[in-house]
Each structure stands twice: as structure tokens, then as C-alpha cells.
């Protein structure tokens, strides 16, 4: 684990939502930025001191058009730079949700930069979760949406989604590194160091990283990752 994880990541009690609302309303029966800011109330009574904003960036969750804007419906900068404030005055630290893999191939960033799609062998590329985690460009770029929210938003790090790798090894000729599977073997390890880098420079005490992935080499790049098979196995197998 890195030396100057901050204290508040192993006391984490970790409540996640999304200011739009719950999953089966299609992410609206909350209503936006500034209802979700009185229901943090609702969090820390719960006491929980940690929450996790699901991705708040266009187009919908978990499939990112445009880092840097928000969703329709949700409210304006200056209310999520208020929910985000509300949380850290009720003593609540507060990570957002990030998503490296870019979405899909058709979205206009991916049109603008092929070459930082990964390549299957035939030159085509997947429909989503498509981008190459270890190509230097993307991870730059990944790492200046870090930058952004921590720096315009005050958000305390984030719960970064699916960092693994890449689904395929990137046939693409012009790789910038040595092999094609590097995208997965070496893609998830990169971009997390380049995401925590940023965070950590903007907040060097209290940023940090939630990494959804297993195994412990991940551990040394981020500040905590997910056991899932303590949750799925070990506690399934006890019950």
C-alpha cells in the first residue's frame, strides 16, 4: 500500500448514490445536484463518513461522452460545487466516480483519436470499453479529467471503474510500447499511477484512489481495491 495513503481511506464507510437518483428510475427520482446535497444529512445521519458520486458525466453513467460535462438534468457547476462543499462541512470525505475505459468507439473523442482505440488483429475495435489503457495520450488525457474535478470541485479522489486493462491486447502496429498485451498486462497498473499522481499532487494528504479491481499488485498503486473474493467466495461460502 503507498506510504501516504490518507488515514481516512481504511475507516471508510462508504455510502454510494448517484445525484440523478436510484438505478431503476432511470437515475431521476432524486432530482439532480442540489436535492442530493440535503440528502447527505440523511448519509451522515447513517453514519457513514465517506460517499461515492456515481458518474455524473455525459452522457449517462458508466459511459462517458464528455468528461467535462455533466448529464443532462443534473444541475449546474455551482450546485455540484455546493453538494461537494455540503459533504466535506458534515465531515464526509467525497470521491467521485471515474471511468478510463472512454465508452464507445462512435462517441466523437474516439473519432478524433483512433489510434487510441485498441486494435483487434483485423484493425477493427470493440464497440465499448474500447480505449488502450496503456497508450501514453489516453492516459495523459484521463489523467487531466482527474485534475479537473479535484481541482475545480474539491472532490477528495476517486472510486475509479473497472481499471483493470483493456479488453484485448492492442494489435495496433504503431503501439507506443513493446508488446500488444501490454494494454492489459501493464494498461490498468499505468493509468492508475497517472490518475493518482494528479489527485495527489492537487491534494496530497487527503487524495486517493478506490480502484474496482482485484489482486494486490493493483494495491500499490491505489489506496484501497475491491476483494471480491472475500465478498463473492469467502463470505458466500461462510453463509
Not at 464528455?66 to 438534468?73: E, H, L, M, S, V
Not at 492489459?184 to 478506490?210: D, E, F, H, I, Y
Amino acid at each position: 500500500v503507498p506510504l501516504d495513503r490518507p488515514d481516512w481511506f481504511p475507516e471508510a464507510i462508504l455510502y454510494s448514490f448517484h445525484p440523478g437518483g436510484t438505478i431503476g428510475s432511470g437515475f431521476r427520482d432524486l432530482g439532480g445536484f442540489v436535492p442530493a446535497t440535503a440528502f447527505l444529512d440523511h448519509v451522515a445521519d447513517l453514519g457513514c463518513n465517506a460517499v461515492w458520486v456515481m458518474p455524473i458525466e455525459d452522457v449517462s453513467p458508466y459511459h462517458p461522452r464528455d468528461y467535462y460535462t455533466f448529464q443532462q438534468g443534473l444541475g449546474s457547476p455551482a450546485d455540484y460545487r455546493q453538494l461537494i462543499a455540503r459533504g466535506h462541512e458534515l465531515g464526509l470525505s467525497m470521491i467521485q466516480d471515474l471511468v478510463p475505459h472512454g465508452g464507445s468507439n462512435d462517441f466523437p473523442r474516439a473519432k478524433d483519436h483512433p489510434e487510441w482505440l485498441a486494435q483487434e488483429e483485423d484493425g477493427s475495435t470493440l464497440s465499448y470499453w474500447c480505449f488502450d489503457f496503456n497508450w501514453p495520450e489516453w492516459r495523459g488525457y484521463m489523467a487531466g479529467v482527474a485534475d479537473h474535478y479535484v481541482r475545480e470541485y474539491g472532490i477528495d479522489g476517486y472510486r475509479v471503474d473497472a481499471c483493470g486493462g483493456s479488453k484485448i491486447p492492442n494489435w495496433n502496429p504503431t503501439i507506443p510500447y513493446e508488446r500488444a498485451s501490454f494494454a492489459k498486462l501493464q494498461g490498468g497498473l499505468n493509468m492508475l499511477t497517472g490518475l493518482r499522481s494528479a489527485v495527489k499532487t492537487l491534494k496530497p494528504k487527503r487524495g486517493g484512489l478506490l480502484a474496482e479491481t482485484s489482486g494486490s499488485v493493483y494495491g500499490t498503486v491505489s489506496d484501497a481495491i475491491y476483494d471480491f473474493a472475500l465478498c463473492y467466495q469467502v463470505m458466500q461460502d461462510a453463509r
